[in-house]
């Protein structure tokens, strides 16, 4: 756990939530002739995929996946896994995939892959926050909350060591 002085407001709640309905009102805008399926990676895209979905004004789905994290960062294999797979077929579906954030790009590479793979008509990105400097693997995102430092963020989904999902707001972990 950390100590209350260990963490600082990055993005706070009403910043965070006016971005995303500023995100959710674009999103409806660029697929107003479409129906979307929002796939959401769990559990970090939870929070922000629901808050999300309810400015979106156009037919939509939701879908529900878990990847692995492959952890350690010193090991840098980078193979993701799936955990927990799709419940409804894909085929010829617009897929908006929804994440908290975008770091090596390394998830996201291999599930936009995964995704077109299966069959769907297209595959976009929709994350709460980006870390374009920690990248790895280059990734298109299509929509992006905010741009962040490398700084480690939780809270709004995010979390440290599965805590402080719940946090209305982004925080960061201070540096000792
Ligand atoms: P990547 O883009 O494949 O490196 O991984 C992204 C995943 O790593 C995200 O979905 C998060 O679960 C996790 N992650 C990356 N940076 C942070 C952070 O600052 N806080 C919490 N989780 C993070
Ligand atoms: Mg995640």
Redesign the pocket.
Known sequence: MLREDQIEVMIDQEKLENRIAELGKQISEDYADREIEMIC?L???AMFMMQLAKSVTIPMTMDFMV?S??GNELISS?E?KIKKDLDESIEGKHLLIV????????????LSNYLLKKGAASVQICTM?D?PS????P?EVKYRGFE?QD????GYG???GQRYRNLPYVA??KQA
């Open positions: 990676v559990k970090g895209g990847l994290s492959y980078g993701v994440e908290d954030i975008v770091d090596t790009g390394r998830t996201l590479s291999f926050l870390k920690r990248r790895v693997v990734v962040i700084e480690f963020v939780l995010l979390d440290y960061y972990v």
